[in-house]
């Protein structure tokens, strides 16, 4: 399709923002997704799954809505990753999540065999890809992920202690 309509010469074309498919790109996607769980009232942690620079998945948490546990966005990315490419190996797969992959999620990834994990916010308290426990990288599993961390970490960051601090403050206001 040709861009004439929209461009009327090349200076028009040279003034269009050049858009980077990098972590950061893939990382403002999960934000989105993010964003979305924080209207819905949940947790506010999104992930996306990129294979071969292609978005297959987007998933955001939906701990209260499903009342289920394990619906954290990472494991609600790996099964809808597992379908769009009707395959439980996902292999070339890399999932960006806003926070640190949990115990389960960290888990998850192991035994889906995704090649990477980028994340936002890192989680010394309860992180499995390195911040509390290094499942990601235990030599004893049967497959090692490779983890880039920090990547829009003050944004991951921002959106999760906004969400608390309002849970917070309506607690207050019930009292
Ligand atoms: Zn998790």
Same mark, same amino acid.
Not at 88 to 92: A, F, I, K, M, V
Not at 139 to 142: D, F, N, S, T
């Given at each position: 399709m040709s861009l004439d309509f929209i461009f009327n010469d090349e200076e028009d074309i040279d003034d269009f923002p050049v858009i980077k498919f990098d972590d950061e790109y893939y990382m403002r996607m999960a934000l989105r997704q993010a964003e979305i769980a924080e209207s819905n009232g949940e947790v506010p942690i999104g992930a996306v799954a990129v294979k071969e620079g292609r978005i297959i998945a987007r998933a955001y948490n939906q701990v209260e809505m499903l009342k289920d546990?394990?619906?954290h966005a990472e494991i609600l990315a790996i099964t809808q990753a597992e379908a769009a490419i009707e395959n439980? /190996?996902?292999? +070339?797969v890399t999932i960006y999540v806003t926070k640190e992959p949990c115990a389960m999620c960290a888990g998850a990834m192991v035994n889906c065999r995704v090649d990477r994990v980028v994340f936002g916010l890192p989680d010394p /308290?309860?992180? +499995?890809?390195?911040?509390?426990?290094d499942i990601t990288g235990f030599?004893?599993?049967?497959h090692q992920v490779e983890v880039t961390g920090g990547v829009l970490e003050a944004e991951s960051r921002e959106i999760i202690q906004r969400f608390f601090k309002n849970v917070r403050e309506s607690r207050k206001n019930e009292k």
């Open positions: 546990a394990t619906a439980w /190996r996902l292999e +070339g /308290r309860s992180g +499995g890809a390195g911040g509390a426990l030599p004893g599993m049967l």
